[in-house]
């Protein structure tokens, strides 16, 4: 099983949780487009950097 470290309390807790069972910290959710968005971003400033 996955896991990620809450930023909070630093305790392991499962990659997939949406908040952490220690501490009650909410892990903030990234919406697809967002990432989509980023991922064209990156794409198209490297395009700009090679020509």
Do not use: H, N
């Not at 909070?8 to 997939?16: F, G, I, L, N, R």
């Not at 949780?17 to 892990?27: H, I, L, R």
């Amino acid at each position: 099983m996955k896991k990620k470290e809450c930023p909070s309390c630093a305790m392991d807790v499962d990659a997939k949780a949406d908040y952490c069972p220690v501490c009650g910290y909410e892990f903030p959710q990234q919406s697809k487009i967002t990432q989509w968005i980023v991922i064209i971003l990156v794409i198209f400033l490297l395009y700009l950097w090679m020509r």
